[in-house]
């Protein structure tokens, strides 16, 4: 490999790739996708008709050093790097430096709206485009969405810009072919093809529904579209697992049908307007369900319901979910994003399971936006008190008033405070731990041992395997079933 100077390789570092780093060694970077037939016979003349509307993007940001000379950039920004090789270098001499970055997006409308990666333009405060003409624009930041790492640019032109529509993500295919198009390492203009290899990925963000592809994706090409092959983007190439940080063929890319909704709210508001239920959930799993004496692992479970639409309505912890506007639920991160797409302001209908029967409620959303910022209470380890019970792998004693204060709950909290964890139990394995406030039983509240040893018999009465447990942490609440056998 040849070398490079260090401007070129702090850039190329730089490059606007998001990089998430997994416990075993490995990096996310951008994705793609495509089709299950034989391969065509040429991409040419798709690489032909796309090209146009697939821009170049560099950032550049000047970042003041404060007076220690170390200069202030955000964590996880992609100027980062650049900094991390100049204090390196030795250099900095506690004046303002200027930093560029690269990354990849495309064109939604002829009159200049393109599309790319948070973090490609995160922290710039010079946005420049380049289109495959060689025509250089500067571009303005309409807004952008964390969530999704999704931004919105806008350039001002003298004529119509060639542009390209989004497709519909939900009709891929494992199988189908699809083709990247982006700025990899810097070296301008590339296209590579590939297969959708998988669907409905999750990495790390609420709203996740990721693409995988096999096409080449490399530093550079985040933001750059993923197209079927009609030409029309079907996601955003937004981050690849990699041991190296190039392509091994493992990338992934933000379907178009949570993009489309993103960049119409971002260019009708300039942020973004998602609806809000008001419930802390879970998923079903199979041994909650068994608990819970449901027929089948589906839905979301509610396990706390603080004031807001769904309490307004008549929601209550250990509702299970199961439709949404008409529509099924499947589990906790399909809820999540059909309430996202729901208008705000508007009735909902919501069918919960609750006691074994149905029940159909109107919730009016709210904002998720405005209901974001809540405090919760952190936890602290609760000291060891004498009056203990020994059940299912847990250490366990009524919540007292010293109790309370060193959880930091509130006077009207009640249960069982779990003071130790068997390694070896199942209570452990489900991530039970010293701290942790037991609420509920067969839901059920329990406020004395003597309590939950009555839920536990009457399970067994019941001739149930598991008994569903409410446990709080730090004022975070969720459902376990642990067994009883």
Sequence with gaps: MPDLTPSIRSALRSSTLLALVLGFGLSLVPAHEAEAFGAPESFAELADQISPSVVNITTSALIAAP??????????????????????????????????????????????????????????????????????????????????????????????????TFGNSDLMRVGDWVMAMG????????????????????????????????????????????????????????????PNGGSIGIGFSMASNVVTKVVDQLKEFGETRRGWLGVRIQDVTPDVAEAMGLEEAKGALVTDVPDGPAKEAGVTAGDVITMFAGQPVGDAGDLTRRVADAPIGEAVPVIVQREGKTETLQVTLGRREEAEAAPIPAASPAPAEPKELQSLGLTLTPLNEELRGGLGLDAGAEGLVVTAVDQASEAFTKGLREGDLITEAGQQKIVRLQDLENRIAEAKGAGRKSLLLLVRRGGDPRFVALSIE
Aim: without cysteine; aromatic residues 8%; glycine residues 14%.
């Design 67 to 164: 007076a220690d000379g170390m200069p202030m950039v955000p964590e996880g920004s992609p100027f980062q790097d650049f900094f991390d090789d100049f204090n390196n270098r030795g250099g900095g001499n506690g004046g303002p430096q200027r930093s560029e970055a690269l990354g990849s997006g495309f064109v939604v409308s002829e009159d200049g709206y393109i599309v790319t990666n948070n973090h490609v333009i995160e922290g710039a405060d010079e946005i420049s485009i380049e289109f495959f003409s060689g025509v250089k624009l500067p571009a303005k930041l309409v807004g952008t969405d964390p969530k999704t790492d999704i931004a919105l640019l806008k350039v001002e032109s003298d004529t119509p810009l060639p542009f390209v």
């Design 183 to 242: 700025n990899p390492l810097g070296q301008g203009f590339s296209v590579s093809a590939g297969i959708v290899s998988a669907r409905g990925r999750e990495l790390s963000g609420t709203y996740d529904d990721y693409l995988q592809t096999d096409a080449a994706i490399n530093r550079g090409n985040s933001g750059g579209p993923l197209f079927n092959m009609d030409g029309q983007v079907i996601g955003v190439n937004t981050a690849i697992l990699s």
